[in-house]
């Protein structure tokens, strides 16, 4: 079990060699949370952009170093780049830069020269809320809008394929809904059902999914004891699953906004994780996101 992003941090530090991140079309935000990342010891970054500007950048942030730097004349050519740098072997995973995000998966997803698996590509975020005992993952808050219930499956599979390189063995996971019931006219109860019947026949393995649940059931042991709900999963769970991209993002919004939370996040499903955190996110989001990319990295 994983309580903090310090856990984390440690961990990463502790590895023989940094991981290489490359920095795909790096503006001032990405280089921040970077060079962030290589001073506490995280990962390596190669920035792929505007030479020109990104050396501008790298003098007002009084970096001495002589960083390997990939100029590019435009965002598609550095999505192809940064693609082709991971195929070779010459970077771990990706950091997305000032590019929007879906010239960067077309190339990531491109048939003959991207990173494409036969796995759904989905997003995990991970929370650190101060009301919650261990680090938290929603999913999917950023890629699937209205994913069907096999979808939703390669969801789960994603999400627990992560956290058995993050150490767990077992992971719990909860896939949430208004309520704890399954409902014929609430199709993601109907889902949610489906799921946990599918992990309990064996086929979603290596985790334990419950569901429908609701999210205070799921968070809280206390009003899983008031309601009389008994599960493994209940006050407990590792994986929070969005019924859709909706409730996912809102609800990462929540806890990072309203509730206090640290947050990190990437994407998950192509050849190699990309970190892709919202345009808000702060220099500390991005490193712990380079940080989590970094520990999931095996």
């Not at 970190?275 to 940080?291: G, M, N, Q």
């Amino acid at each position: 079990m994983i309580r903090t992003f310090d856990e984390v941090i440690e961990k990463v530090k502790a590895f023989p060699e940094m991981k290489r991140c490359g920095v795909c079309m790096a503006d001032e935000a990405a280089i921040g949370g970077a060079l962030e990342a290589e001073k506490i010891g995280l990962a390596n970054p190669v920035f792929i952009g505007d030479k020109e500007e990104i050396l501008k950048i790298l003098k007002e942030f009084g970096a001495t170093k002589d960083y390997e730097i990939v100029h590019v004349d435009s965002p598609k050519e550095g999505a192809e780049k940064v693609v082709e740098l991971v195929r070779e072997g010459k970077l771990d995973f990706i950091l997305k830069g000032h590019i929007e995000t879906a010239v960067l998966m077309r190339a990531v997803v491109d048939k003959d020269r991207g990173l494409r698996t036969d796995r759904l590509i989905s997003h995990m975020s991970f929370e650190q809320v101060p009301t919650y005992h261990k680090l938290i993952t929603i999913t999917d808050g950023g890629m699937c809008p209205y994913p069907n219930v096999d979808e939703k499956q390669q969801i789960i599979e994603n999400a627990v394929d992560i956290y058995h390189k993050l150490g767990y063995e077992c992971p719990k996971v909860a896939c949430l809904s208004a309520i704890e019931k399954v409902n014929p006219k609430m199709q993601c109860t109907v889902d949610a059902g489906e799921l946990k019947a599918r992990n309990q026949r064996g086929e979603i393995k290596g985790c334990i999914v419950e569901g429908p649940i609701s999210f205070d059931l799921a968070y809280s042991p206390n009003a899983a004891k008031i309601k009389e709900y008994e599960s493994e999963v209940a006050g407990d769970p590792d994986i929070l699953v969005a019924p859709d991209l909706h409730a996912g993002n809102i609800l990462d919004k929540t806890f990072n906004f309203a509730a206090g939370g640290k947050m990190a996040g990437f994407i998950v499903g192509a050849k190699c994780l990309i970190v892709l955190t919202s345009r808000s996110a702060s220099a500390e989001e991005k490193y712990l996101s380079i940080a989590m990319a970094a520990l999931a990295h095996q």
